[in-house]
């Protein structure tokens, strides 16, 4: 007899040594006698500890008898128990070489002996371990076990459960986002698995989810077999599926939707075996109390659900005026004209697509007529559209699906979208009160790579103000501590790729902007895009006197470059604005020069930052500063306060110069001063853009007791978080 006894610190080094693949991590304690002659070895006392609880935790005891070592099995007789318990599912689904979803903590037990001549499995049990938010238990056995030269389970039965207090906890088991399946309660799945390490049936399948006052879900019959020949995919199925929701209101409350009370749901569909593929039979899906006049009903058959051939479904809506007035749940709305819509899905010369789509409505206050098809899904340049939408307002639109759109006026939207010959069209015209948007673009999407060229025209437009944004934000950062300490700059890469997989010509006009927001008249600029380089050449701001001009490139060839320029002489932004009091300048003569040439390199935003040169120049004289602006620099970074004697959107500056100068990251002043009636203010100082640091002061001089505090401050520290 030979004692042998094993143990090391780490399980790893030695099941490499003894050639045997076991993803263990932590100690590992092994010990057996050997007893015997060659012909007849027998490994007696077998006691293998190995692992740690907080991976995968490995404990096997028994014995091995070997018989004649020229036959292809040697093993004339085993008997080990063998119990694990994992950590982390996928620690456990790694021992056998397999992906797992993630169930939690799992213990494993096993009993492996031989009788009448057979190896076999018996007594097993996979569980997930008590307390998590699904249960999971497979137990059975094997009758016939082959260890050598490669192991091999055959005649399997396994009986599966699954079971859950919610169908929601499904979604982070299956790796979908929040509320992808709805909370609509309990669940419990069973089944019986039979067959071999090659071919699995599983059958007998009872499966039940949720309750009829939201969503019912019932499956049952035979989900039919998998085998490594059809790829581990099921075929030869039988299954009998049904929904049901008394409400199919309290279904979309569950979805965190609002609906107004539309009727029950009721489902019914045959899943079934086809030429080694699944096919959906007798698919009907109803909405609705009135069985003969349904607000919605689908139905259809889908022949190959794997490769999605021989699909035919058609889907009818019919919902009332009241009900769909009823969808804008925020407002009060008057009953609308009904509204209907069919959808025909199918496959036709081996294309899957839209064959049909129609939706329609009639009423002074909300009329929609949309028809179309997309006769290739997986072909943009197969989509043809013609719309026609008029309603009463964009509030009214946005009513319908809880959005607070504001009320600009009359709202019209017309659109053609198709084909003419290899090239896309998309016309478009977007009316609502005085804003709208012009659109004639075309494309070739089969191209390589695709490209887009066209015009967009703007009228009206309203642009945010950055300020107050930028202010907002600061102050949101402010709340999470955690956000304070994170990087300013991301250093994450920006996808610049996506400059090389498309081409692009675009004229983009702005007729007019919004004078309530913005200071500019008019705009338009050429973008064009190819082969990796993105120019926006030529590019012009128009003023009330003066014009902007803009060049920016970026260059994604190679390691991406940026440049922009902008330039303009004698403007004045302000000259439309009416002119506030000014007892010092009654003429509003204003004046602003502007001189910007910066560049910078790299592939995240952190280091464009630290690789930033250039020069920054502004001069301005008898002009306009806006409070949003002066509030977010001076008071919200700052810390200067000042009375609120009115709530007017700029204030008067008699002169301002900013001169930057940046290099490598560095930004460095060269000149900084604002004159206002009530203050004047001087800066100095340097940001340090790749460190994230700045190192500034401001030198008010007070000229107004509006001004309650304007003490000379110093600001240092991070850019995230100065102090």
């Not at 304690?29 to 991976?55: C, H, M, V, Y």
């Not at 259809?300 to 019919?318: A, E, S």
């Not at 769909?324 to 697509?353: T, Y």
Request: charged fraction near 25%; include cysteine; charge should be negative.
């Amino acid at each position: 007899m030979l004692v042998v006894s094993i143990q090391s610190p780490e399980a790893k080094p030695v099941v490499v040594v003894l050639n045997v693949d076991m993803p263990l991590k932590g100690p590992l304690d092994l010990a057996f006698w050997i007893e015997g002659d060659t012909p007849a070895l027998q490994l007696n006392a077998i006691r293998l500890k190995a692992g740690s609880r907080q991976a995968l935790d490995l404990e096997a005891n028994g014995k091995l008898l070997f018989g004649d070592w020229s036959r292809d099995d040697p093993l004339e007789m085993l008997d080990i128990s063998i119990d694990a318990y994992s950590h982390t599912t996928q620690a456990l689904a790694s021992f056998f070489n397999e992906e797992w979803p993630n169930l939690g903590a799992l213990k494993m037990h096993a009993r492996v002996h031989s009788l009448a001549g057979k190896h076999r499995i018996e007594d097993y049990s996979l569980t997930t371990v008590e307390g998590g938010r699904v249960q999971v238990s497979m137990t059975g056995s094997a009758a016939d076990l082959t260890v050598f030269p490669a192991l091999f389970a055959n005649d399997i039965q396994l009986a599966f459960v699954a079971q859950g207090a919610d169908t929601a906890d499904l979604n982070k088991l299956a790796g979908l986002g929040d509320n992808v399946i709805p909370p609509i309660g309990a669940f419990k799945a069973e089944a019986e698995i039979t067959g071999n390490d090659d071919t699995v049936s599983v059958r007998n399948v009872r499966a039940r989810a949720g309750s009829q006052d939201v969503l019912l879900i019932t499956a049952n019959g035979h989900l039919g077999k998998l085998d490594s020949q059809a790829g581990w995919s099921f075929y030869d199925a039988d299954l009998k599926l049904k929904v049901d929701s008394q409400s199919s209101q309290s279904l979309a409350k569950a979805w965190a939707f609002n609906l107004p009370p539309l009727g029950p749901l009721s489902g019914t569909a045959d899943v079934r075996g086809k030429d080694k593929g699944v096919a959906v039979e007798k698919l009907l899906l109803r909405v609705g109390a009135d069985s003969s006049d349904p607000v919605l009903i689908a139905q259809g058959n889908v022949g190959d659900l794997y490769q999605l051939k021989d699909v035919d479904i058609d889907v009818k809506l019919n919902i009332d005026g009241h009900n769909l007035a009823a969808f804008a749940d925020q407002h009060s709305l008057k009953d609308l004209a009904p509204i209907s819509g069919e959808l025909h899905v199918a496959d036709k010369n081996g294309l899957l697509g839209v064959q049909t789509l129609r939706l329609g409505s009639n009423h002074p206050d909300l009329s929609i007529d949309v028809r179309g098809k997309y006769p290739d899904i997986y072909k943009p340049e197969t989509l043809q559209l013609k719309t026609d939408i008029k309603a009463r307002d964009l509030a009214l639109l946005g009513s319908l699906f809880d959005q607070q759109w504001p009320d600009y006026g009359p709202l019209v939207i017309t659109g053609d979208v198709g084909r003419d010959g290899n090239r896309t069209h998309l016309n478009a015209n977007v009316r609502a009160g005085k804003k709208g948007i012009d659109a004639s673009l075309h494309g070739d999407f089969t191209a390589d790579p695709p490209s887009l060229a066209g015009k967009l025209t703007f009228h009206h437009l309203s642009l945010p103000d950055f300020y107050e944004e930028a202010a907002k934000a600061r102050k949101e950062r402010e709340k999470d501590k955690k956000k304070l300490k994170e990087p300013v700059f991301s250093r994450e890469p920006i996808a610049f790729d996506y400059l090389k997989k498309f081409d692009l010509a675009l004229t983009v006009d702005v007729a007019t902007f919004d004078p309530t927001d913005s200071e500019a008249v008019s705009a338009e600029s050429t973008i064009r895009v190819k082969s990796g380089l993105l120019t926006l050449r030529p590019a012009v701001i128009r003023y009330p006197k003066g014009e902007l001009g803009h060049d920016l490139t970026i260059d994604a060839r190679q390691t991406p470059r940026l440049e922009f320029k902008a330039s303009g002489d004698h403007l004045n932004p302000w000259l439309g604005l009416q002119a506030q009091p000014n007892k010092d300048n009654p003429a509003f003569d204003a004046e602003l020069k502007a001189d910007i040439s910066l560049s910078a390199q790299g592939q995240s935003p952190h280091q464009l930052a630290s690789s930033l040169d250039g020069s920054l120049y502004l001069t301005i004289t008898n002009g306009k500063l806006r409070r949003s602006f002066s509030n977010l620099l001076f008071a919200d970074i700052v810390g200067w306060t000042a009375t609120h004697l009115t709530d007017r959107k700029y204030s008067e500056m008699r002169c301002g110069v900013a001169d930057f100068t940046a290099m490598q990251g560095v930004i460095k002043t060269n000149g900084f001063f604002i004159d206002t009636q009530n203050i004047a203010i001087t800066g100095d100082g340097t940001i340090d853009l790749g460190k994230e640091e700045i190192d500034y002061v401001f030198l008010p001089k007070k000229k107004s007791r509006i001004m309650l505090k304007a003490e000379p401050v110093k600001v240092t520290g991070s850019l995230g978080d100065p102090t």
